[in-house]
């Protein structure tokens, strides 16, 4: 997962099951099995009007769990 903020407060990558959260940091990379492992993000809040927060993820169909489509279904 790739990081990208400013003037944020929050927002970490919280991984309940293990009981610990990441801080996001600008132009960071977390690599972690966000398939099996369940994760989410913590509250944020933006610190001025021009603040953001973006992260870009990947997911390899081959290793996603998608159900075959039905005749007729696109």
Not at 54 to 64: E, P
């Amino acid at each position: 997962m790739l990081g990208f903020r400013e003037g944020t407060e929050g927002g970490y990558l919280a991984c309940p099951a293990y009981d610990c959260a990441f801080e996001i940091k600008n132009n960071s990379l977390h690599i972690f099995d966000g398939q099996n492992i369940l994760h989410g993000v913590t509250p944020f809040r933006k610190l001025h009007d021009d603040s953001y927060r973006y992260t870009i993820v990947y997911y390899s169909l081959k290793a996603m769990n998608v159900p075959p489509t039905r005749r007729g279904e696109s």
